[in-house]
């Protein structure tokens, strides 16, 4: 029986994101629409909205529901000179002015908040960053949905987030703008999103998005994700009874609860997640958008390791389903293909 343990790549499908895309499929109208089968469409439109405002502590901002926090970034960043780090994601990085330090442990120094843009949680490591108060923008698309998120208290102006990261639909994602911030619009037309972004609504999307964020928020309140990270930890503990040269990046800093980076110089990264999927675990060796890419991980980089040890890292990323089971065995597993690979080098 294959286990996943990907769940920063995407994340299963909630059932009750599921339950509220299948209604959402029966509603007729265009949202736009003042008849009403429209004025039903629209209706679950903002229902959404809500839902994601509730989820996100962000009642009383603007969420501009888009394709994806790609899209999200290009819209927030466009025409605006940010300075970041190397460790945000390649759809916040393409977009960047200057370059910000990067400790050991993956934390970054910011000395102008409106004028920089930092991630709440990063996607290779889980790192968790102490946001500065007047940020002008903040990726929370890894952290929301696993940790308590707090929009209008952190005095960010603008967030990323995505619905596929939180048991949600892929091809919808938000920004989050506080109350007055205002964005150029990209998609220009019909001038649906409060003229933000254009286009017929993804109401299907949009419902499901909703609905996994309610779902979500709820499991953040009720401790499950603590739970998690007692999964993680006790994997880590299995992994480094093994007394090898493994490195956990990150393991002195808070991290995600599900996340777990870890590099073992001269076993290459990609070589691992072939092994570890032909035993049948699914694990990636960094983030999901650049792990294809014969490349050390840019995060690493930043964080002061050297190539060598940046290409063996791996990512194990735990769900909402993961068993304690499921990582005894990945650990049993992983540690007898570590013995091979040490038995080839000897």
């Not at 990046?249 to 076993?267: D, E, H, S, Y």
């Amino acid at each position: 029986m294959r286990v996943y343990l990907d769940h920063n790549a995407t994340t299963p499908v909630r059932a009750e994101a599921r339950a509220a895309m299948i209604a959402a499929m029966d509603v007729v109208g265009n949202p736009s629409s003042v008849h009403a089968e429209g004025r039903a469409a629209k209706a679950l439109v903002e229902k959404a909205r809500a839902q994601v405002a509730a989820a996100m502590g962000a009642e009383g901002a603007d969420i501009v529901f888009t394709s994806s926090a790609t899209e999200a970034a290009a819209l927030a960043m466009s025409g605006r000179e940010l300075a970041g780090a190397a460790i945000e994601h390649d759809a916040v990085r393409a977009w960047l002015g200057a370059d910000l330090p990067v400790n050991g442990d993956g934390h970054v120094q910011i000395a102008d908040p409106a004028q920089s843009t930092l991630q709440l949680a990063n996607s290779e490591t889980g790192v968790l960053q102490d946001l500065p108060a007047g940020l002008a923008l903040s990726d929370m698309t890894q952290a929301f949905g696993k940790i308590p998120v707090d929009f209008i208290g952190s005095a960010v102006r603008m967030a990323l987030i995505s619905a596929h990261k939180l048991g949600g639909p892929k091809g919808i994602g938000a920004l989050v703008l506080r109350r007055g911030q205002e964005v150029p619009a990209q998609i220009k037309g019909g001038g649906q999103e409060m003229g933000r972004r254009s286009g017929t609504e993804n109401i299907i999307g949009m419902a499901g998005f909703g609905a996994a964020a309610a779902a979500a928020a709820q499991d953040v309140a009720n401790g499950r994700w603590e739970e998690i990270a007692q999964l993680r930890d006790i994997l880590q503990q299995a992994l480094e009874a093994g007394e090898n040269k493994t490195i956990f990046v990150g393991k002195g800093a808070a991290r995600l609860p599900n996340t777990l980076c870890m590099m073992t110089p001269g076993w290459k990264g990609e070589t691992q997640v072939m092994q570890m999927d032909l035993a049948g675990f699914a694990i990636s060796a960094g983030s999901a958008c650049s792990s294809g890419k014969v490349r050390a991980s840019a995060v690493l980089r930043a964080m002061g390791f050297d190539d060598t040890q940046a290409a063996s890292a791996i990512r194990v990323s735990l769900g909402l389903e993961t068993t304690q089971d499921d990582v005894l065995r990945f650990a049993d597993s992983w540690t007898a293909k570590l013995k091979k690979h040490e038995q080839r080098a000897a």
